[in-house]
Every structure is written in structure tokens, then in C-alpha cells.
């Protein structure tokens, strides 16, 4: 800018000089038409022309130095906004670039992400937008994660807390069928109502309550050292009285030599009187049931079959779900809970073992559990 | 036949625990709290022969009662009645000696059998 100011006061120099330099040779001119020193007036005149030559020489070398100055300016103000540019595009790439790895972690579950703020506003702008979706992420996970365990809270509490007024109603019930014969038939009927439903209530609740121990990580076992084929007999033995009921055969299978298992017994007894209370109460008076219990030296697999009505496929494959039971008019029928076979894969999981179920329409079920056997430094003599 | 101490602060657990248990032919003593435990224990001629105490009572609980009473040198079995089903952690209060632990509903049965193993 200065050069070109300075170039433009140059120009204004050259041409109040040259005007000048024209008036002198003018006044020259007339000195001669009027004859007064001729000599001197043409040496005037030659002189005041050179002049106006140099003069005209400088200016056009001023001018080709501004134009260059000029240009010089053009090209670095190009280079300075190309560099500019460079320079806007790199401070926008590293936040961007922080952003796509930030936004990554985010949705990979990695709720504390976030981003520096800083360059430009714009991406500074983006960065802070960025990190409040995340903080906003975060304070609804833990909203979230907080309603879950004021759920879980609430059925362990309401499930012990039903559990003392329904103690008092089974236990009553009970006190009233012990002197039976004190009731006429009708009023002991009642109360064996009465007495079944309590139990049922006993029953969803503890199917509730061991629901939510799972849901809290706090459903646990103690497993201890265990002769699977006694826990199985004793299982069979509970639940003799209701298949004789119901006019069906439970028969028992076990292989001899059995490797031990380690398990909490009363749990996984409650595994199987659930696999043959269902198996009881959905298969129609006077089928087959039979339970096999086998070894193959790694695992002890319990099965548990029948020859009922079966399960159709797109049941089979949501049967361990929650509240996952058997067609509407079945349900009304039979008395479970829904939950059962949801529990009893939780339990078996605690186990480190599997559970499964096949069945064929029209030929019956198969409920296989599979458990790991406890390694034995003298069983693997024997064999 | 035994002399038992019912500890529980609900009446309507009480009169069903003690009906039950009297027309067992056992003998029975109530109370409804921790205290009233500590001081039926102390005032007791003869000394009961098992005590069957709810684990969570107001003021003061079985548990806390029982520890009282087991540093006063009283080595009676005691069975825990407790509204959870997996009764107790068992190594939980592992210096109180609880014989067992009796989960609600009651089974009765079982109750009675746990009584006349422990007497």
C-alpha cells in the first residue's frame, strides 16, 4: 500500500514537473519569436525537451517498480490466502478427526467420550454440541441404569414384604384342613381352594423374587460337590404323588458310575421339578414321562421327555423367555407361572451348563440339561 | 417336648407359630422384639431349650438380640425365621451358631422335624 501511494505522489511530481517544463519551453519559444536572445531561447528549449525525456524516464521506471511491487503484493496475498487455507482446512481435519473417533467410542457404549474444544468456532461450535449429546447420553444411562435398580429394589422388597401376610393365610388355611373333620365337606373345600391359590401366589412370587435376584446379578449358588443320580431320584421322588395323580408314568433312567457334579442342590432341584412339573401338568392323564441321566466323562446330561402334545416350532424357540407359555386355552389350564423354564436357564447358566428343549408335534418334548462334570483325578483311573 | 422361645413382631405369625407349635405338645414363650427376647432369656427358670426368632424385628433384631445373648455365654440352638427364601447367607453370622434357618411360608413339617432334631 505504501508503494503504491508513494508511486501515486511520484506521478503527481512527474506531471506538475512536466508541466512545468512545457511553460519554461513556452515562455523559450516566445523569447525567440520575439528575437530576444535567440541563442539562449533554443538552448532553452532542447534543454526544457531533455528534461521532460528524463523525466518521462523516471516516471515509466516508477511505474514498472509499482507494477512489480504491485504484482509482488498479489502474488503473496494469493500465496498468504492459499496458505490461509491450507491452514483453515488442517484446523478443521484434526477436530473432525477427533469427532469421528469420539463418535465411535460413543456408540460403542463408551458413555465418558468427549472432545477438546478448540480451533476454530465453527468446529469448536460442533466440539461442545458433541460433547452435550454425550453428557445428555450419559445422564439418561444413568437415569436409566437408576430406574433399574429402584425396580429391582421394589420387587425384592414388595416380594418380602407379601411374603409375611401370605405366611399367615397359607399357615391358617393349613390350621383349618387339620381339624377337617370339624368343617362340613363344602367349607373344607373352600379352604382347600383357599390353600391352592395361596400356594400359587407362594409360587409367582418366588419365581418373581429369583427373577429379579437375576436381573441384579444377585441370583447365586453354592455349589458343592454333588451325586447328580441322588439329586435326580429325590427330584422324581417329590413329584411321584402328582404323575400318579394323573394317571402318567414316570419312568428313571440312570447310567451306573456317574461322574459328580458341582451344584447347589436345592436349586438345581428346582430346576428339575420344574422340568417335571411342566412336563406333568402339560402332557394329558395317562402319558409317559421318563428322565435319563447320562455321563459322557466331560458332562452329566439329565433328559427329561415325554410323549404329550408337544411344542410347536415357533414356540420352541422363544420357550425360555419370560412369560413364554403354551397356547391361551393351555394356560388357563395348567397352573404355572410362565416363569419357570426362564429361572431354571438362569440357574442352569450359574451351573456353567446348558439347557435345550426339541420337540415334535404330536410325539412329544425333550428338555436336556447339561452340566459339567467335576474332574477326577480317580475317575480318570477307571477309565 | 420343648420349651420354646417364639420371637416375632407380627401377632398374627405369633398365634399361627405358637398354634401350631402347642398342638405339637411343645411348650411356648412369645416375644415380640429383640428385647423382650433378651430379657425372657435372662429371667427364664428353667432355661428354654431352643428359641425360634424372627431375623427382623423393629428396635431390636433377632440377630442382634442373639448376639447379645451369645456373649452373655447362652449357647441355646436357634433357629431363624426369614421372609427370604434363600435363608440367610449362612457364613453371614457364622459366630452366632444358628443352627438353621426357616424360610416363610412355613413348611411345617420340616419345622417340627428341625425342632425335635435340635431338643
Do not use: W
Not at chain 1, 411321584?240 to 394323573?246: E, K, L, P, S, Y
Not at chain 1, 419312568?251 to 428339575?272: H, K, M, S, T
Not at chain 1, 423354564?341 to 412329544?364: F, Q
Amino acid at each position: 500500500m505504501i508503494g503504491v501511494a508513494r508511486f501515486l505522489q511520484q506521478r503527481q511530481d512527474f506531471e506538475n514537473a512536466t508541466a512545468r517544463s512545457y511553460q519554461s519551453e513556452i515562455e523559450a519559444r516566445n523569447r525567440l519569436a520575439r528575437g530576444e536572445h535567440p541563442a539562449a531561447a533554443r538552448t532553452a528549449i532542447v534543454s526544457q525537451q531533455r528534461r521532460r525525456q528524463a523525466l518521462r524516464d523516471e516516471i515509466s521506471s516508477q511505474t514498472r517498480d509499482t507494477a512489480l511491487l504491485v504484482g509482488a503484493g498479489l502474488i503473496a496475498g494469493l500465496t498468504g490466502a492459499a496458505l490461509l487455507f491450507t491452514g483453515l482446512i488442517s484446523s478443521m481435519r484434526r477436530p473432525l478427526e477427533d469427532l469421528v473417533e469420539a463418535s465411535g467410542r460413543l456408540a460403542g457404549g463408551d458413555l465418558d467420550a468427549r472432545v477438546s474444544v478448540g480451533g476454530l468456532s465453527e468446529t469448536a461450535t460442533l466440539g461442545a454440541a458433541f460433547n452435550e449429546m454425550a453428557g445428555e447420553l450419559q445422564r439418561r444411562a444413568g437415569e436409566r441404569d437408576q430406574l433399574d435398580r429402584m425396580k429391582d429394589e421394589f420387587v425384592l422388597t414388595a416380594s418380602h414384604e407379601l411374603r409375611s401376610p401370605l405366611t399367615s393365610v397359607q399357615g391358617f388355611a393349613e390350621l383349618l384342613l387339620l381339624e377337617r373333620e370339624k368343617l362340613d365337606p363344602k367349607q373344607a373345600e373352600t379352604v382347600e381352594v383357599i390353600l391352592d391359590n395361596t400356594r400359587h401366589l407362594v409360587r409367582l412370587l418366588n419365581d418373581l423374587l429369583d427373577l429379579a435376584r437375576s436381573d441384579a446379578g444377585r441370583l447365586t449358588i453354592k455349589p458343592v460337590p454333588t451325586d447328580a443320580a441322588a439329586l435326580v431320584e429325590d427330584a422324581v421322588r417329590t413329584m411321584r404323588a402328582q404323575f400318579d395323580a394323573r394317571g402318567q408314568s414316570l419312568a428313571l433312567e440312570i447310567e451306573p458310575g456317574l461322574p459328580r457334579i458341582a451344584a447347589d442342590r436345592d436349586r438345581l432341584r428346582q430346576v428339575l421339578v420344574n422340568l417335571l412339573t411342566n412336563a406333568n401338568e402339560y402332557c394329558p392323564e395317562g402319558a409317559g414321562v421318563g428322565v435319563k441321566v447320562t455321563g459322557d466323562g466331560a458332562d452329566v446330561e439329565i433328559d427329561v421327555s415325554d410323549d404329550g402334545p408337544g411344542i410347536p416350532e415357533e414356540q420352541l424357540a422363544h420357550i425360555f423367555e419370560r412369560f413364554s407359555r403354551g397356547d391361551a386355552g393351555e394356560t388357563q389350564r395348567v397352573g404355572g407361572t410362565g416363569l419357570g423354564l426362564a429361572i431354571s436357564k438362569s440357574l442352569v447358566e450359574l451351573h456353567g451348563g446348558t439347557i435345550g428343549a426339541e420337540s415334535t408335534p404330536g410325539e412329544g418334548s425333550t428338555f436336556r440339561v447339561r452340566l459339567p462334570a467335576i474332574a477326577s483325578p480317580d475317575r480318570a483311573e477307571v477309565t | 417336648m420343648a420349651r420354646i422361645l417364639l420371637a416375632d413382631d407380627s401377632e398374627t405369625i405369633l398365634l399361627l407359630l405358637r398354634t401350631r407349635l402347642e398342638m405339637e405338645g411343645h411348650e411356648v414363650e412369645t416375644a415380640a422384639d429383640g428385647q423382650q427376647v433378651v430379657d425372657a432369656v435372662r429371667a427364664a427358670a428353667p432355661p428354654h431349650d431352643i428359641f425360634l426368632l424372627d431375623a427382623m424385628m423393629p428396635r431390636k433384631s433377632g440377630i442382634d438380640a442373639l448376639r447379645e445373648l451369645r456373649a452373655e455365654g447362652v449357647e441355646t440352638p436357634v433357629l431363624i425365621v426369614s421372609a427370604h427364601t434363600d435363608g440367610g447367607n449362612g457364613d453371614e453370622h457364622a459366630d452366632l451358631e444358628i443352627a438353621g434357618y426357616v424360610s416363610k411360608p412355613i413348611d411345617f413339617p420340616r419345622l417340627f422335624a428341625r425342632i425335635a432334631e435340635l431338643t
